[in-house]
């Protein structure tokens, strides 16, 4: 006998009790944990002093990501090291990018900052 564990419908999470010959029994294990994601595109940016960058999203909301372990990643953000370079931010297709092509996910800044409270409407900032 095996036991095997799967998302069912609802992602509800239930356990299969199976034998060569298929399923015997199932059973409900409960509800998966599920962390709602808001997808979001970035609307403006603006690069500010030791790699911070402040982000105006779509849904009317703002606020600053700190960037300053991200510039150490590697090749790719080696080049932000440079606080001019790191100034050259734009947003492309919602996303705030460099020009060699670095860029970092809206969606994930967006909940890092609700995460830590510095999520604020945009409208507070004017």
Request: net charge negative; aromatic share 8%; glycine share 8%.
């Amino acid at each position: 006998m095996c036991a095997l564990l799967f998302l069912g419908p609802g992602f509800r999470r239930d356990e299969r009790i199976c034998d060569k010959a298929g399923v015997v029994e199932t059973r409900a294990l409960g509800d998966w944990p599920m962390t709602e994601i808001k997808m979001v595109r970035a609307r403006r940016v603006r690069a500010l002093p030791n790699w911070q960058l402040e982000i105006v999203f779509d849904d009317g909301m703002m606020g600053v990501t700190d960037l300053a372990g991200f510039v150490n990643l590697g090749p790719m953000t080696e080049p932000l090291k440079d606080p001019a370079y790191f100034e050259r931010v734009f947003v492309e297709m919602g996303v705030p990018t460099w020009p060699n092509g670095c860029d970092i996910d809206p969606i994930n800044a967006h909940m890092r900052m609700r995460e830590a409270g510095t999520l604020r409407a945009a409208s507070e900032a004017a």
